[in-house]
Every structure is written in C-alpha cells, then in structure tokens.
Nanobody, 125 residues
Framework: QVQLVESGGGLVQAGGSLRLSCAAS????????MGWFRQAPGKEREFVGA????????YGADSVKGRFTISRDNAKNTLDLQMNSLKPEDTAVYYC??????????????????WGQGTQVTVSS
C-alpha cells in the first residue's frame, strides 16, 4: 500500500520557520516528480513547489519564492519543505504529492497520483 505521510506542521509566529517532511512508503518515488500543495480555508488548492526526479525545481506563487526551499532524499524516499520567514497568509493545510516520471516539475494537481493526508500549518501574527 502506497502512503505519503507529512509531518512537521504546527503553530508558529510570523517570521518563524518550519520544516515539513513527507515520508513515502509502499514503493520508491526516486524516479518520480514530487511536490507540495497547500489549501487555505475557503480557497482552492495551491501549488507550492515541486522537484523532478532529476532535481529540477519549480516554485509556485511569487510569495513563496526566496522563503521556501524544496528538497528530496531519494535514498530515504523523503521530500522536505523548508519554510522561512513565515507569514499569516501561509496558513493552510500542506499536502505532499507524488507525480509522474518526468524531467520537469509539474505544477498542476491532476498530474499527481498519490497524495498525503496533509499537515496543518498555522502562522500567527
């Protein structure tokens, strides 16, 4: 059974940092793109960033560029998201996803087949 399990979410003050991790089990995703999405209450799911199996990285909204860093460890079958200088508008449920065997980093949710259950990130002002 394939599972993606996120961890590392929580409550943090504005300006703080969090590191999210996604652990995959049931199969290896070293040859797949993996990504992070987030969904705030009342809003659509938003692409945060993704990394292809060969390490090509793409970030979503300009608001996260320079503050968020995505990385992967294929040996451990994990995906991380380092989030710095957090803002209240970063508050959302963050989801890890595994996508296609591609040399690009997909940004649309329909390209991802496997999803985690999400982890809540709350940034207080």
């Amino acid at each position: 059974q394939v599972q993606l399990v996120e961890s590392g979410g929580g409550l943090v003050q504005a300006g703080g940092s969090l590191r999210l991790s996604c652990a995959a089990s049931g199969r290896t995703f070293s040859s797949n793109a993996m990504g992070w999405f987030r969904q705030a209450p009342g809003k659509e799911r938003e692409f945060v960033g993704a990394i292809s199996w060969i390490g090509i990285i793409r970030y979503g909204a300009d608001s996260v560029k320079g503050r968020f860093t995505i990385s992967r460890d294929n040996a451990k079958n994990t995906l991380d998201l380092q989030m710095n200088s957090l803002k209240p508008e970063d508050t959302a449920v963050y989801y890890c996803a595994a996508g296609p065997h591609s040399d690009y980093a997909p940004r649309t949710s329909y390209e991802y087949e496997y999803w985690g259950q999400g982890t809540q990130v709350t940034v207080s002002s």
